[in-house]
């Protein structure tokens, strides 16, 4: 979340030449002016399945005002954290702000009413919007062994912040080895559940992450599914998924003991090295998948099981309560007989 906080002056000498420029007011007769002064502050986050780091930054904002008698500024544009615009109609206005990527696709929006005096006049506008829509692409791959069946089902659902679902189901060639799903989306976060199915339902094969879309944006993940049956004795394997979108806080899944056996209680530990500002230990919400299938939802950093044969994905979704900071992370056990 970006808050831009406005100060608002009486008509002075103080202001830049270029943004003299872009002011246009109307209203003839109208004798009370003011200046109105800009500043903008930006809160950092981490990341998660998404874009690249430079499309996450905001590299500028755009402002623009609506006012009295049809009194108009805008946009104006500034990669400073200050901004001002001077000779402005007294009275109630409607500024808008914007934060933009290298690309100019919007990040964030917001507006607020505000009503300019003579003298100093002071408001915040708070960029809590995640506008437009983009494009999620995930990358399945999987090995023949998952299922004796010749055609298996990837159903992916994804969930936004505010509880809605969507869910595609797409039946694929078990020995193609691989597919690709595209879907446009609006732009915000998503946990993102993905389950493969054959023609007695589930085979217990699946994976969970946290998702961020950015407007006029393609965030590309790479998902591994791997089969339930050990392969090797060896143990301790990381998942790496291949992240281009998203600004979400980064997390890893640690896991001791480190020799794990069959029927031995194993504790999972979401691990982080740093916060971003403005999220506390204490509003952090963790929800622990296994294959795909939520096994616990809380506030401890911790979950502990009874560890199973088999390889098996483990994954932890990270959520707080400052939008676009939900993260995934992931954890591959192959756990011998």
């Known amino acids: 979340m970006r808050k831009i906080s406005f100060t608002l002056t009486a008509a002075s000498v103080f202001l830049s030449v270029l943004l003299l420029a872009a002011v246009s007011c109307s ?13 903008i502050e930006s809160n950092d986050s981490a990341r998660t399945i998404m874009p690249s780091e430079a499309l996450m930054e ?15 500024f805008g946009p104006l544009f500034s990669s400073e954290s200050e901004l001002s615009v001077q000779d402005l109609a007294v009275g109630s206005w409607t500024i808008t702000a ?11 929006s917001g507006s607020a009413v505000l009503n ?8 915040t506008v708070v960029l809590d919007e995640i506008t437009g829509n983009g494009t999620l692409q995930l990358d399945y791959s999987w090995n023949e062994d998952i299922s004796g069946d010749e055609f298996i089902r990837i159903q992916t659902s994804l969930e936004d912040q505010a509880g809605n679902k969507t869910t595609r189901t797409k039946e694929v060639l078990l020995s193609d ?15 993102l559940n993905v389950q493969v199915l054959d023609s007695s339902g589930s085979i217990g094969v ?14 590309r993940g790479e998902v591994a599914l791997r089969t339930a049956n050990p392969v090797s ?16 806080m980064s997390f890893y899944i ?55 044969s088999g390889v098996h994905r483990y994954d932890v979704i990270v959520r707080s309560n400052m939008e676009g900071t939900m993260c995934g992370a992931s954890l591959v056990l192959n756990i011998p007989d």
């Open 98 to 108: 914007k934060a933009l990527n290298a690309e100019n696709n919007e990040l964030a």
């Open 27 to 39: 209203g003839p007769g109208e004798v009370s002016r003011t200046r109105l002064e800009i500043s």
């Open 206 to 219: 699946g994976a969970t992450d946290a998702v961020r879309i950015v407007s006029n944006t393609r965030s």
């Open 254 to 308: 640690d896991y001791y003991p480190k020799n794990p056996g069959k029927g031995k209680t194993m504790t999972l530990v979401a691990t982080t090295s740093f916060l971003p500002d403005g999220v506390k230990p204490s509003d952090l919400v963790f929800s622990w998948y296994k294959d795909g299938v939520h096994q616990s939802n809380g506030t401890s950093y911790t979950f502990s099981m009874v560890s199973e």
């Open 233 to 248: 004795s060896h143990a301790g394997t990381e998942i790496t998924l291949r992240n281009e979108v998203g600004s979400p």
């Open 177 to 191: 080895g691989m597919t690709t799903l595209v879907l446009n989306l609006d732009a915000g976060s998503y946990i």
């Open 116 to 123: 300019l005096t003579r003298g100093e006049n002071k408001a």
């Open 58 to 72: 905001v590299r500028k904002y755009s402002v623009s005002g609506t006012g009295p008698s049809g009194a108009s």
